[in-house]
């Protein structure tokens, strides 16, 4: 987090009609003493073909705009917490008039759009008239602005794969001014497959991993584009946030070049959907930014918790119910507090900010959910700013250029790396923290007893010697998945495998191999890194575990979250002793002037504990 921040706590208002059908959960939030409000003045529909804000939209043509539908979004914010003040989404997506007037909408074809002279020129006109009028008339009441964009406002490109006319006309001279030779357009097929199940060959489909380059460069350019020019017309104290930057998911469908824009035109803040990570009680529930990319660079993370509570209403419209998968709800209230402490203390620990998506309506609805609102209000006012950050001792390294040399494509090894992986450290009890691989060289990395290359594909002389010189030591555990540096010299070279992992590439061999400058494991069939064999790398790195496994962990030097699914008693054994152990939900103090203690879940829960 910016370290000129104060961690933040902002409610945001449900979408569309639900807004104004659960106004109850304002007042809910106005008690609490949460005054920092999200709204979403949108002017386009959600997936399913319904508006995202309840209010007539603000932008009728052109240069035609009606504001006062703004003001009356406002003013009824307003009407149930005076106090309130504002971070306000921008929406930069096309409204319908717009997608029908030049054949193209952003909301799927953000790229193609990028490159469509008369979008770009309206949509940038509008974005400054937005600004200029929010920064004149309620000057003392916004506190900062999400840019939104593409797929459900997250700079998603849904037509990512698609060799649409304006990206196909554009392509040669972006060839040109990269330096590159203009190769072929690669098919829906090629795009959606790779040669070597996995991995793309850098020689035989040089064509397919040049496009997914340039795509992502548009998104880039893009993005920076409209950070830079909200940067001209707002105030130096007001904050601009983008939902952008998630290469841990490997297909991100046009984030891959993340890092050039945060060199080039940095947020203050980016944001992430807490459901793109486990929902379940019992889970760690996680986080999608990649942390040290962000950390080094001054960007903070907002965490957007979007849980669907027992509560939550999910009949978005006549004919519609949301549920299944991420959408699936917490059973009871009891739950409903189980879960949202975790994420609030996943959240303080991580000194993220934190963003209550009430997001169909009713998800704070019962009188237990309510009073733990309330409480973790003072909680995060107290004690938020007081966390050093995680202290975890394994470190996940993401590649966000490996990802252009894999098929993610709707793959089972896409889903285990970006998904599934997180689960295993869960049941684990393992915190961990994420890097991207150009962060290696620029951070400290002496608290990382273990360090795992999430899809290391490539190798050449550059990587190898960043390895070696900021990577490996003897004290330290390297865990390799699948087909590390198998990708050396721009070339398919499977028998490189073995030079980084002293196995041949394929061969199931999960035992520790001492070289003179490190120790390494190599798991050829990642599945098979589970919870149980992380627990066992751990330990053999000296990675300290603060519970069995089973349960929920995330720490900092100051602060310990445990979190778990059922009735037990749990031994905690600390880093070091703490003169006193408070456990912050209760009250109690646990134990002073030691290292260890037990807590005693009747059921399921979240205990905090703070450690003087």
């Known amino acids: 987090m910016k370290v000129d921040m104060k961690p933040w706590m902002i409610y945001r208002l449900p979408y569309g009609k ?11 939030i106005r008690k609490a003493g949460i ?17 995202y804000s309840a209010y007539p939209p603000i932008w009728n043509y052109d240069e035609s705009y009606d504001f006062s539908s703004l003001d009356r979004h406002i003013a009824d914010v307003l009407e149930f917490h005076p106090e309130a003040r504002f971070f306000c989404a ?23 759009c990028s490159l469509h002279s008369e979008w770009l020129d309206l949509t940038t006109k509008y974005l400054n008239a937005f600004l200029e009028y929010t920064e004149t008339k309620y000057r003392d009441r916004m506190a900062g602005y999400i840019l939104a964009c593409g797929r459900t406002m997250e700079w998603i490109d849904h037509s990512y794969f698609c060799a649409e006319e304006l990206k196909s006309a554009y392509y040669e001279e972006w060839c040109g001014k990269q330096g590159v030779p203009v190769l072929p357009i690669p098919n829906s097929r090629e795009l959606k497959s790779a040669r070597h199940d996995f991995v793309r060959d850098p020689e035989k489909e040089a064509h397919v991993i040049q496009w997914l380059h340039y795509v992502n460069d548009l998104m880039a350019d893009l993005a920076i584009h409209f950070i830079t020019s909200a940067r001209k017309k707002i105030r130096k104290e007001r904050k601009i946030g983008i939902f952008f930057g998630y290469p841990f998911h490997m297909m991100a469908e046009g984030q891959h070049e993340c890092e050039r824009v945060f060199d080039t035109a940095p947020p203050d803040f980016v944001i992430g959907a807490s459901c793109n990570s486990t ?10 930014a990649t942390l040290q990319m962000l950390k080094r660079r001054n960007i903070a993370y907002l965490h957007e918790c979007d849980r ?3 509560t939550t209403n999910r009949d978005l419209t006549d004919h519609i119910r949301i549920e299944g998968k991420i959408w699936n709800a917490w059973k009871t209230p009891e739950e409903d507090v189980a879960g949202l402490r975790r994420e609030m203390s996943l959240s303080l620990i991580n000194r993220f900010h934190l963003w ?43 590649d966000p250029e490996s990802n252009y040399f894999v098929n993610f494509y709707d793959h089972p090894k896409q889903y285990f790396l970006a998904h599934k992986i997180r689960d295993e450290f869960s049941d684990a009890a393992l915190p961990f923290d994420t890097a991207a691989w150009k962060d290696l060289d620029k951070i ?13 594909v490539l190798s050449d002389a550059r990587r190898n010697e960043i390895l070696k010189k900021f990577v490996c030591r003897p004290d330290r555990l390297i865990v390799w998945i699948y087909a590390p540096g198998i990708l050396s010299g721009g070339k398919y070279d499977p028998d490189h495998v073995r030079v980084l992992t002293g196995v041949p590439f394929g061969v199931d061999d999960h035992e520790i191999k001492t070289f003179p400058t490190h120790r390494s494991v190599y798991y050829a069939k990642m599945t098979d890194l589970t919870a149980a064999e992380l627990r066992r790398l751990a330990k053999e790195a000296g990675v300290h575990c603060y519970t069995p496994e089973g349960n929920a962990v995330w720490s900092s030097d100051e602060f310990l979250m445990v979190h778990r699914k059922g009735a037990a008693d749990v031994p905690v054994l600390l880093p070091r002793k703490a003169k006193k152990i408070t456990e912050l939900f209760s009250g109690r103090v646990v134990a002073e002037n030691t290292d260890s203690f037990t807590e005693h879940f009747s059921d399921s829960g979240t205990c905090l504990y703070f450690m003087e």
């Open 90 to 112: 921008v929406d930069l997506n096309s409204p319908q008039w717009l997608a029908r007037k030049i054949s193209l909408d952003s909301f799927y074809s953000l790229t193609a």
């Open 35 to 51: 005054n920092l409000v999200s709204i979403s003045p949108m002017n386009t529909t959600n997936a399913f073909g319904e508006p």
């Open 18 to 28: 639900f807004l104004k059908k659960d106004t109850e959960a304002l007042t809910t």
């Open 308 to 310: 669907i509570t027992s």
């Open 279 to 288: 929902r379940d009680i019992g889970s760690a529930s996680g986080y999608i």
């Open 444 to 456: 400290n990395l002496d608290s990382y007893r273990m360090i795992i290359f999430q899809s290391h």
């Open 356 to 398: 209550w998506f009430n997001i169909w309506g009713n998800s704070y609805a019962s009188p237990e959910v309510k009073k733990a609102i309330a409480q973790m209000q003072t909680l995060w006012e107290k004690y938020a700013a007081l966390s050093s950050g995680s202290n975890a001792g394994i470190l996940l390294v993401h």
